[in-house]
């Protein structure tokens, strides 16, 4: 079995520094293969709130820990608009990571992170040719067993939270093509701050075999309808738990968990699952 932590949303500088030192101490306990952060290190990419997401990176990986990260929309500048333009994610190459779409092998999974955040739009997210150029060439060197699995900021699909409608990632029939032509598995976001996970069948009608992922914020103090939370995930052969650790009582718990395994060509939740400890 594999293991993924999925944050997302941190937020340094709008973040609390409790929730900051409970993900530390969960993720030291889960044991992880690999931590996948889906973008939104910084609430104004300001390069203070740039160090604190760096000592926070620096911390894991002291500690052992593997990361993979993306940027999102929240870390170009917004009103800087001089950098925001000519250099929009300089700080974030400076502190986070200088690879905007990293990947990550490891047993049985394939992990690769996308790049969505733009200068253009300010809360939205795109994906350009170039980029699914990319994903079919780094998934067609991957073993075809592998469990291939997107990370991005921006949902590919669009999704119900609560009464609206989160926008689906610009350009999507590009997405979606490289996602079913590359033998994706599951898809990674944030961006909404709501937790979720469902198959892609049940978002759009053309979508192949998928699974749909989304982390809530792990540590901003910022939320929509839900407490801040992440997630894990236990892949094996064929099937996947996805569990949210949410915050209750002063620290991460893991409050709801779904097995799914792929079958008829799309996959299937199991009921019941137990949460990942």
């Given at each position: 079995?594999t293991?993924?932590v999925?944050l ?6 709008a973040?609390d ?17 690999l ?11 300001k ?7 760096c000592?926070?990176?620096?911390g894991?990986r ?22 925001r ?13 200088e ?9 049985g ?6 790049n ?6 300010f ?42 409608t989160?926008r ?5 029939e ?6 079913e032509?590359?033998?994706?598995d599951m898809?990674?976001?944030?961006h ?24 809530g ?16 995930i236990d ?25 799914y395994?792929?079958?008829d060509?799309?996959?299937?939740i199991?009921?019941?699952?137990e949460p990942?400890?």
């Amino acid at each position: 079995m594999t293991r993924l932590v999925h944050l997302s949303d941190l937020h340094f500088g709008a973040h609390d520094e409790r929730l900051v030192e409970a993900v530390d101490r969960q993720v030291d306990v889960l044991k992880p293969d690999l931590i996948v952060i889906s973008g939104d290190f910084t609430q104004r990419a300001k390069t203070e709130q740039f160090r604190d997401a760096c000592k926070f990176l620096e911390g894991l990986r002291e500690r052992g820990h593997e990361v993979l990260g993306v940027p999102g929309n929240h870390d170009v500048p917004l009103y800087d608009v001089l950098r925001r333009f000519l250099s929009p994610l300089a700080r974030y190459r400076r502190f986070i990571d200088e690879t905007l779409c990293p990947f990550v092998e490891l047993p049985g999974v394939a992990v690769l992170g996308i790049n969505t955040a733009r200068s253009l739009t300010f809360k939205d997210g795109r994906i350009n040719k170039d980029q699914v150029a990319f994903i079919r060439e780094t998934f067609a060197r991957t073993p075809t067993e592998a469990m291939r699995v997107i990370v991005t900021h921006h949902p590919l699909f669009a999704l119900k939270v609560g009464g609206e409608t989160e926008r689906a990632i610009g350009r999507q029939e590009l997405a979606l093509d490289a996602v079913e032509e590359s033998g994706v598995d599951m898809v990674l976001a944030g961006h909404a701050h709501h937790a979720s996970s469902q198959d892609a069948g049940d978002l759009v009608t053309r979508s192949g075999g998928v699974l749909v992922v989304q982390a809530g914020t792990a540590t901003s103090t910022r939320v929509r309808e839900q407490e801040q939370s992440f997630n894990t995930i236990d892949i094996a052969e064929r099937s996947a738990t996805i569990t949210v650790h949410a915050w209750k009582s002063g620290e991460f718990k893991p409050t709801d968990a779904q097995r799914y395994e792929w079958r008829d060509g799309r996959w299937r939740i199991l009921q019941p699952a137990e949460p990942a400890q």
